[in-house]
């Protein structure tokens, strides 16, 4: 008996469905993202009036964040299947915002720091625009893409670590812009995962995501605020 007919009836009938779960799961994605946003600005607004980030010397805010991003990964890893998922999540991005208050506060103590401010939103926007619309026309899978990226990540946080030390200013432009690279091809990738049914949980997807555009605002700042101030 040929079960070829078959089978092919049995995948043309459950396409509709896996379709469907596909755009729930993007869906999702964005409506997650999205309100990502604002404990991650709340975050920073407080760190930057309580003084807190600032006030640590940067080798006790390498280990905080290390340890802090860690743990709530986990924490995120363990409850992605639960109510709690959500709330874990929310408050990951919250403490990622107080971290980034340091760079936020520095520079908005320049002239120009709130237009430079503005100009790494929108700069981060544009490139998550521009990722998510590629995400729809490519065609090819980009799983094989993500073990290089995932490689170029370790080299970045290896040498980042290493400049805390070193504080190379040559170094830390080089490592912005290989990181605006590397984290804009992690949204593409993280993407289209979800929309070729590779990525089916909407909070994972969120927190690749969110760390990829996190990474991105992060460096596109540092590199406005580099040259931001040698325009002072």
Do not use: C
């Not at 619309?133 to 990540?153: A, E, H, N, P, Q």
Request: charged fraction near 10%; hydrophobic fraction near 55%; glycine fraction near 10%.
């Amino acid at each position: 008996m040929n079960l070829q007919p078959i089978n092919l009836r049995a995948r043309a009938a459950q396409a509709p469905g896996l379709a469907a779960q596909q755009q729930r799961v993007l869906r999702n994605t964005y409506w997650l993202l999205a309100l990502s946003m604002v404990p991650t600005v709340a975050g920073a607004w407080l760190g930057i009036a309580t003084g807190l980030s600032s006030a640590m010397s940067p080798m006790v805010s390498l280990v905080v964040f290390l340890a802090g991003a860690f743990g709530f990964m986990f924490a995120i890893e363990r409850t992605k299947d639960s109510a709690a998922g959500v709330p874990v999540l929310l408050a990951f991005t919250f403490f990622m915002g107080l971290m980034l208050s340091r760079l936020v506060g520095t520079v908005l103590g320049l002239s120009n720091g709130a237009s430079l401010v503005m100009t790494a939103f929108a700069g981060t926007g544009g490139i998550f625009l521009g990722m998510a619309m590629l995400s729809t026309v490519i065609k090819r899978d980009l799983t094989s893409m993500g073990k290089w990226l995932f490689v170029g990540v370790v080299m970045l946080v290896v040498a980042g670590i290493a400049n805390v030390f070193i504080q190379s200013g040559a170094l830390m432009i080089t490592l912005s812009v290989l990181a605006i690279g590397i984290f804009s091809a992690f949204i593409l990738h993280d993407l289209k995962r979800v929309q070729d049914g590779l990525e089916t949980n909407y909070i994972t997807a969120t927190l690749g995501v969110y760390l990829s555009l996190f990474n991105v605002f992060q460096s596109l700042l540092a590199l406005l605020g580099i040259f931001g101030s040698n325009d002072d």
